[in-house]
């Protein structure tokens, strides 16, 4: 073989194991989404649907959000040629035919011509998005959430704080802690068991976040979470976990600890002035998730617009105020 030949390998073996890497870094990826929505703020909705298409073609998993949003965009803009691309992905990614039926603002991309194709081509992409997940460990892990539901429930019933504190030391903290062993396994078997591995994007972060808010005797002495931290990170590169989960699993640990007066990334708790705000802004910006700012502005998009954002609105209505 000659030296041009091994030269050429060589070169090819870097630029395929470059891109690889930049692949797996899915905080670049949340970095890129930040970025489209900054675009969609500004107005510059023609490029923020440019910019999504890129981020799509640079990795194989695609969070379904992302997605939905960029459709949206797409067909608010009547850019239909993308809407329908990324409708395709979408359903790849687990968007489901009831669901896209049920989304009003995606009625004129149904009125197109192309739009029989994507029924047509429905079943075969659903089975690829079918494909890619583990049903053993989707069965595991809701199986887990039921039994955490339900010792969970067993506090409601307790009068009084007193009771409920006992309650949950007592009862729910060893349940609590087994579950976070089972867990453990998984993840450092399969990953962390959320969207990428299950289709499901809450039960694994629930399981966590009712165990960061045992107590505040237990929690500030508890060392199980502090262990597993550091792989709940490692699993955000990897595109196991996405930001938002991350965020409130950590949110329910600082509140609890804080009667709900502190927070780290402004999903639970309060944000009293400016220096706290630069706290949690800069933690946001660590796990990929947008600022404070950005999230406000991109709610009063939503609201001139009509189009769905998808952000976060289960423990944050509206806008996040600054008290």
């Not at 090819?12 to 989404?33: D, I, M, P, R």
Request: glycine residues 4%; contains cysteine.
């Amino acid at each position: 073989m000659t030296k041009l030949s091994l030269t050429i390998i060589l070169i090819c073996y870097l630029l395929f194991s470059t891109k690889s890497t930049a692949q797996e870094n899915y905080l670049n990826y949340h970095l890129k989404v930040i970025e489209c929505e900054q675009l969609i703020v500004e107005g510059e909705y023609t490029s923020a649907i440019s910019l999504f298409d890129s981020l799509f073609k640079k990795f194989d998993f695609l969070f379904l959000r992302d997605i939905k949003v960029a459709t949206e965009l797409s067909v608010f803009e009547k850019d239909y040629k993308s809407a329908l691309k990324f409708t395709s992905l979408g359903i790849k990614a687990g968007w489901t035919l009831e669901s896209i039926n049920k989304n009003d603002n995606l009625q004129s991309l149904k009125e197109q011509g192309e739009w029989v194709q994507i029924i047509s081509a429905y079943d075969s992409l659903h089975k690829i998005y079918l494909s890619k997940l583990n049903f053993q460990i989707k069965e595991q892990v809701h199986e887990m959430i039921k039994k955490d539901q339900k010792k969970a429930f067993g506090a409601l019933l307790r009068i009084g704080q007193k009771s409920k504190r006992r309650y949950s030391e007592k009862k729910f903290a060893p349940h609590s802690e087994h579950q976070i062993g089972k867990l453990e396994q998984i993840i450092n078997k399969y990953g962390f068991p959320s969207e990428q591995l299950i289709g499901n994007n809450v039960w694994s972060s629930v399981i966590l976040s009712h165990h960061n808010s045992i107590s505040v005797n237990y929690n500030s002495k508890d060392t199980i979470y502090t262990q597993l931290k550091p792989k709940l990170l490692n699993a955000l590169t990897k595109g196991e976990i996405s930001p938002y989960e991350l965020a409130q699993i950590e949110d329910w640990r600082i509140a609890a600890l804080n009667n709900h007066e502190l927070t780290s990334y402004g999903f639970l708790g309060t944000i009293p002035d400016k220096i706290i705000l630069e706290s949690v802004n800069n933690n946001r910006a660590k796990i990929g998730l947008r600022s404070i700012d950005l999230r406000n502005n991109l709610i009063d998009v939503e609201n001139e617009t009509g189009i769905n954002l998808y952000l976060p609105k289960g423990w944050q209505k509206g806008k996040i105020k600054i008290e």
